[in-house]
T-cell receptor, first 113, second 111 residues
Framework: NAGVTQTPKFQVLKTGQSMTLQCAQD?????MSWYRQDPGMGLRLIHY???????DQGEVPNGYNVSRSTTEDFPLRLLSAAPSQTSVYFC????????????FGQGTRLTVV | GEDVEQSLFLSVREGDSSVINCTYT??????LYWYKQEPGAGLQLLTY?????DMKQDQRLTVLLNKKDKHLSLRIADTQTGDSAIYFC???????????FGTGTRLKVLA
């Protein structure tokens, strides 16, 4: 019963490097999203997808790209990492419907030096 | 735009009640949620309330909603050390899937 799986759990990058944070869900949820969590700022929405082939920007999209080629996977790409992207990243998925619980992955702690 | 505010810290003694407060600005909010985040983990849903309700009780948890003042609270009765965590309130509007989260309240339970 995996739910939402994020990899890696921890990552250290040098400024300017690129990388992809992986997110996979096995609940056949249509909606997936990426958040970053910073102290005192709660969770801020980076990008989201309402279904395969459809993505849109959230509150803080700059410096990040996403794609949704399948229902299950929603990777987040950092094109050229910056120290300001040091954060904990969470992927979430939701089923469609009126009231829907968000299921979260365990998070990826990213440090950019 | 939408905004959800919470106080950052709360400290209570084991066995006491905890009350975590949240204010929001979006009057079209349909569902309001409380999520719990334990150290090193993702968020898990604790409870939710529909915007046409004033109160919801679920075992030790009581949610109060004052829609006029856009104020939401979570009361935890008989708080235990296992309740130490960060608590987030969040809101969504019917027809969208975008959660707006509060800043989170770190609850520390003292033995």
């Amino acid at each position: 019963n995996a739910g939402v799986t994020q990899t890696p759990k921890f990552q250290v990058l040098k400024t300017g490097q690129s990388m992809t944070l992986q997110c996979a869900q096995d609940m056949n949820h249509e909606y997936m999203s990426w958040y970053r969590q910073d102290p005192g700022m709660g969770l801020r929405l980076i990008h989201y997808s309402v279904g395969a082939g459809i993505t849109d920007q959230g509150e803080v999209p700059n410096g990040y790209n996403v794609s949704r080629s399948t229902t299950e996977d929603f990777p987040l790409r950092l094109l050229s990492a910056a120290p300001s992207q040091t954060s904990v990243y969470f992927c979430a998925s939701l089923a469609s419907g009126m009231n829907t619980e968000a299921f979260f992955g365990q998070g990826t702690r990213l440090t950019v030096v | 735009g939408e905004d959800v505010e919470q106080s950052l810290f709360l400290s209570v003694r084991e066995g006491d009640s905890s009350v975590i407060n949240c204010t929001y600005t979006d009057s079209s909010s349909t569902y309001l949620y409380w999520y719990k985040q334990e150290p090193g983990a993702g968020l898990q849903l604790l409870t939710y309330i529909f915007s046409n309700m004033d109160m919801k009780q679920d075992q030790r948890l009581t949610v109060l909603l004052n829609k006029k003042d856009k104020h939401l609270s979570l009361r935890i009765a008989d708080t235990q050390t296992g309740d130490s965590a960060i608590y987030f309130c969040a809101e969504t509007t019917s027809g969208t899937y975008k959660y707006i989260f509060g800043t989170g309240t770190r609850l520390k339970v003292l033995a």
